[in-house]
């Protein structure tokens, strides 16, 4: 995993379960790893960026997760255009005006969902042979379990370094339930949005 140089103890089984995928490129992970512990490993240290710390660790195992279904699908073979995506998905969102400075729950959980939910586009090229309502449902699961994985990890570094309590623990766990409420939201969007279009094809043909 991308933050398991940090704290090894804590992530080792996940790091384990992910590595014997073998879908991510190791070059990769090795990248995101030097520019979390070169960025990350005083601040948090001291309970701070403690919010940048939880959206990289949820991006990783985002993107690990999306990438382990597509090699499943398609075969590891095709597999790369979707890598290399979501490889870009973290410095993407990062520049995209929102700024490093703000690290309230709020633009964290935002920025988590913009960089989750901007693969669905090409999650739904993946997955053809699904309905649209069960793409959004297998997707926004996806996106639940490595956000997940990644809020695990996040806050068993800030624990192992003793300073996931007060402020820092309570807005680690507002980012979370934010993000929560958000997957939500677009799992209810899409699929209202397929409802609502299969609702009126079905009154146009009986009105025909």
């Not at 590891?76 to 990062?94: D, P």
């Not at 669905?120 to 996806?142: I, R, T």
Request: charged share 10%; proline share 1%.
């Amino acid at each position: 995993m991308s933050i398991s140089s940090l704290n090894t103890s804590q992530t080792g089984q996940s790091s384990s379960a992910n590595q014997t995928s073998g879908y991510s490129p190791q070059d990769a992970r090795n990248q995101l790893n030097s520019v979390l512990v070169e960025s990350l490993s005083v601040s948090i240290s001291s309970g701070k960026q403690s919010q940048t710390l939880l959206f990289q660790a949820s991006i990783t195992n985002i993107n690990q997760i999306l990438n382990a279904d597509a090699a499943k699908q398609n075969g590891q073979q095709n597999s790369g255009s979707l890598q290399i995506s979501s490889t870009q998905v973290s410095i993407s969102v990062q520049q995209s005006g929102q700024s490093d400075d703000d690290n309230s729950p709020q633009a964290t959980s935002k920025r988590i969902l913009d960089g989750a939910t901007s693969l669905f586009a090409l999650y739904k090229q993946q997955h053809p042979e699904l309905s649209s309502d069960q793409q959004a449902q297998n997707f926004v699961g996806l996106i639940r379990q490595g956000f997940e994985q990644g809020y695990q990890e996040a806050t068993g570094v800030l624990k192992s370094l003793n300073v996931f309590n007060g402020d820092v623990a309570s807005g680690i766990q507002q980012t979370h339930d934010l993000v929560e409420q958000g997957l939500d939201a677009f799992l209810q969007q899409n699929q209202s949005a397929s409802t609502q279009s299969s609702q009126s094809a079905a009154s146009d043909s009986a009105g025909g």
